[in-house]
Nanobody, 126 residues
């Protein structure tokens, strides 16, 4: 059974930082995309950042470029999202997702992912 367990969410003031973690069991990060989506109230789930653990390829949504950094620790089967300079508009539930469809333009689509974590709340106050 595949499990993705997120941690690290919380409440932070604008300009602050948080680090999210996604620990996987029953699944090995490899040539496919693993990463983070977020969903704010009343909005669709959107892709935030993804990584291909085999070679370190990364993707960032324009809204988080320069502020967020994704990384992976293959020995721990864990993916991290370091979020700096947080803004109120970053407030959302953040979901870890892992797929088995390789790496390409489709990685930003929710349907490209087979496994999801339970979500962790990130709230940024102004």
């Amino acid at each position: 059974e595949v499990q993705l367990v997120e941690s690290g969410g919380g409440l932070v003031q604008a300009g602050g930082s948080l680090r999210l973690s996604c620990a996987a069991s029953g699944f090995t990060f490899d040539d496919s995309a693993t990463g983070w989506f977020r969903q704010a109230p009343g909005k669709e789930r959107e892709g935030v950042s993804f990584i291909r653990s085999s070679d370190g390829s990364t993707f960032y949504a324009d809204s988080v470029k320069g502020r967020f950094t994704i990384s992976s620790d293959n020995a721990k089967n864990t993916v991290y999202l370091q979020m700096n300079s947080l803004k109120p508009e970053d407030t959302a539930v953040y979901y870890c997702a892992a797929g088995e469809r390789g790496w390409g333009p489709w990685i930003v689509a929710t349907k490209s992912y087979d496994y999801w974590g339970q979500g962790t709340q990130v709230t940024v106050s102004s």
